[in-house]
């Protein structure tokens, strides 16, 4: 006899819960098809309709013959949902995790790191010294790396040391979903798993990139089945999935199927079945409202669906409750309870959840959407006091309950945020002024405090508004607040700024609030370029090896009043400058694998209420890197021929133009050739002995000053390879690291460098570097401190941390930094610049001229010193002295564009038109990608009467950056063009 074990009745029963399925046959027999094949003819059922349709029941159904067949089903539905993509993805995948735990089929590795995650977001969340911000940064926006957070960045490098915690923190979804879809293919080669995804019009949303991405990319195996149901259906997305969907639209019953349901109800009666028919035209959900219903007679007069169902109720208390349960968007004992004092609550609450108005959800249960919109339209029309008066006790209810939770950071509370927005949703049903006021001053401080609150705040206005017979006021504010908050997502300033400006019109807000709205409204004229700004952004690339000198400064005509002083507004500097002089601007750069990235966190309380990590704030700050920014030197240290493999370092002071300890730079040979000759004479080194780890540290060094760093990784590793207590050479392939901007790994190597030998000076110092380059400038200054302590008369390690202050805008700080770099090396010329970049960040333009000066009488050639001198004198309206500066700068360095830039607006300051055009024309010859010069030219050709030229000058300007485009239609330099028909197409 076979060993299998068979199905048995009771169990068969068990599974179909006594359901009754009518109807749908075609679907079904679909979906069973699916089992009797080898290879499934579909993989992805999409159900489609409108609320009350039955696609949960054709879905639960699906699930019935799934399990039939000894699938395991996971089932996912708007309870998950949140206004935040990446918040909605870790809840669903948390979700299907704990029903595969539940099955016997757990995703151990998705769970353990998921822990690990949920275990630092509450220490987050229950740490006071949290950084806080405005609004978030959005991970996957165009701009996310200019509004990345340097505060929370250094936050969450200083709080857990383990930079995969870190990675883990700041890119969750990235992290986790490696792990869910491996896992989970993993147990579809065992069993077949069919994943449910209901209410897609609420998940889809945020879903639908995600889960196409993993059927398509994910390597899934076929016995791995989706089920989608959706009002509507999947869009053209979905075509490359095509030949594996099997589409459903689901349209009402037929009187004949509506009379067979009834029939298996039990209802029989002609009079009643017609009535049902009548009233539900054959919506599922309505039919089975109906059937639920059996008291009263048949063929009465009724206004429709909801009266009906009223009438055939047995008693006055059932009918109340429905209507006023109704209002209520979660409905529980508690909720009865209030909203009838008491009286017989557990007997109404009993009833009610025995319904087909009601499902079940996690601790709760709500009506079905299209019978509760039903219910308060009709509540509406005709027991208007009776909605009124229970949303007063729903409202009353819950702040009751929000007094009762004593917590000194309420908004990221789980518990206090649905309270409050449950509170929140009730007196907007009441059109309470006071309540329109706390809701606009809730999302406001929420930007600032929870961002995803916020978020959840303008769905609550939404779905207030809809559901108001006159909504007129909350309506308008649903509208605004959707507008602010749908421009923050997609980083719409200028929509943004009209919010703030509808927003403001308010005489109601509170200091605080309006204070959020200011600093939200400088953020989007900064992100528009219609803001002053007190020092110019000038993001060029990064140079390791460079000489220690700050970016090289420029400005850009001021859409303000012509004749006031010219405001600098943020740079746009071509990503393929490649000027030999390198600059230290610590600007974001470019994710290397296994790098950190800014991610939005999550708030778990649906499952569980876990804590949700704040997220990394854009600031007024993240807007404003100056071009000014003073850099960091690191340096390299060579092992000479015969030293042992773990020698103590020897710290020599590097000549100004040196940035790391360890690698010999080229000024150690004569040229090239003395650096070939070296490389042959290690590679001799090695010939006697392959196991000699020096010659392979010294073989990677000339590789290094070649510019072959692969080739000097490689020689490096060997050398640890042969001696892995090797101080210098993890020393020296972090320097590598560094060179090819993998910070992350160069890191780890300075580390293991200072686990060796703890007094490694020059390993704090490069690593502080490295920290600085990742713009965690708290790290980096923990590391040059240490630096310090060991090696105290170290001028660069001071020039380095000074550079950390001045980019944490502690000015007094980085002076002091400075200060002790010029009395240690009075010939340090790049500390004078960095010193002088700091005053004029100050507004202390003449000691920054000082400085600058200094510099120049150390180097004379210093062409960036020239430059910012001359930016300098300009800011003072010195513009003759500005003049020569700028062409000191250009008589040692013809292909500076930046001055051509700079020289052009001097001459626009005097009203030398012409002149200022020719400059220009030269920057953008020396650098064509270089935007802010076309649209400088466009000013100036407006500011002459030129139309055709400004229009040509402006169009390059938006080809190159589209942002100029906005610029442009506040710029007070284009008022005599306002009624131009090419310019007016241009800014359009």
Known sequence: ??????????????????????????????????????????????????????????????????????????????????AIQEQTLLQIMVHISRQMTKAGTPLTEFDTY????????????????????????????????????????????????????????KRPVKTLSHFFVKELNSWSTQRLILLCFDDWEYIGLHLNDWLRQILLQGELTTNLWIAIAAQEALDISWLPLRPLIAAFELTPFSERVTQEYLKIKGITDKARNQDVWSFSKGLPALVAMLASATNGDAGDLALGAVDRYLKWLENDQQRKTVLHSAAARRVNLSVITALFNGKESRERFDWLIKTPLVDEYTGYWCYHPEIRNQIINFAHERRREELEVAHTKLRAYYQHQLKKINTETPYRDPVWRQLKLEALYHGLMLKDAKVEYDGIESFLLALHQYYPLAGEITRVWQQAAREQSEPKTVAEWATVLTKAWEAIESQDWQ??????????????????????????????????????????????PQELEAHVIPAEAEEKVSPSDPT??????????????????????????????????????????????????????????????????????ARRQPTAEGQPDTPQPTIQTPAPGTQETGIPSLDLYEDWDEV???????????????????????????????????????????????????TVAYNNRGLTYAQLKKYNQAIEDYTRAVEIMPSYASAYNNRGLAYAHLRDYVQAIEDYTKALELTPDEATTYNNRGSAHYNLKAYAEAIQDYDKAITLDPTYAAAYLNRGITYARMQEYERAIEDYT????LDPEYATAYNYRGLAHMRLQ?????????????????????????????????????????????????MPEYATPYYNAACAAALKGDAEIACNWLKQAIEHKPRYRVMAQQDSDFDALRENADFRALVK
């Open 564 to 633: 006031q002083p010219i405001i600098p507004s943020i740079q746009e500097q071509p990503a393929q400058d490649q000027r030999e002089e390198p600059v230290g601007v610590q600007e974001p750069l470019t994710q290397e694998a296994g790098d950190t990235e800014e991610k939005i966190p999550t708030d778990l309380a649906t499952e569980g209420e876990q804590a949700v990590a704040p997220r990394g704030m854009l600031t007024t700050e993240m807007q404003m890197m100056a071009a000014t920014q003073p850099i960091t030197a």
């Open 878 to 926: 010195q513009y003759m002295r500005a003049l020569e500066d700028y062409g000191q700068a250009l008589a040692y360095d013809a292909e500076y564009a930046t001055v051509y830039n700079n020289r052009g607006l001097v001459h626009v300051k005097l009203g030398d038109y012409d002149q200022a055009l020719e400059e220009y024309q030269r920057a953008v010859e020396i």
């Open 1 to 82: 006899m076979s060993d299998k074990k068979l199905l048995t009745w009771h169990k068969l029963l068990q599974q179909r819960g006594n359901a009754h399925f009518v109807d749908r046959e075609y679907e079904y027999e679909r979906f069973r098809l699916n089992f009797v094949y080898q290879v499934p003819q579909n993989v992805v059922f999409g159900l489609y309709g409108p609320d009350g349709i039955g696609k949960s029941t054709l879905m639960r159904r699906f699930c019935t013959i799934a399990k039939e067949h000894g699938a395991l089903t996971t089932w996912v539905n708007f309870e998950q949902a949140t």
């Open 676 to 726: 070939e000759k070296a490389l042959d004479q290690y590679t001799r080194d090695m010939a006697p002995n392959p196991a000699y780890a020096v010659a392979y540290n010294n073989r990677a060094n000339a590789y290094f000053d070649m510019g072959e760093y692969a080739k000097a990784l490689e020689e490096y590793s060997k050398a640890i390879e042969r001696n892995p207590q090797y």
């Open 854 to 857: 200094e510099a120049i009488k």
């Open 495 to 540: 929509s943004l700024l009209e919010c703030c400006e509808r927003i403001t019109q308010r005489e109601d807000l509170s200091h605080e609030a309006w204070g959020e709205i200011q600093t939200i409204r400088t953020i989007a004229e900064l992100q528009l370029g219609v803001s002053e700004i007190t020092e110019p952004v000038q993001p060029f």
């Open 114 to 169: 998921y822990a690990q995650y949920a275990a630092c977001m509450q220490a987050i969340t229950k740490d006071p010294d949290t950084p806080s911000g405005v609004f978030d940064m959005l991970e996957g926006n165009n701009h996310s790396e200019e509004s990345q957070s340097k505060a929370w960045t250094a936050y969450l490098v200083k709080k857990f040391s383990d930079p995969d915690k870190v990675a883990l923190i």
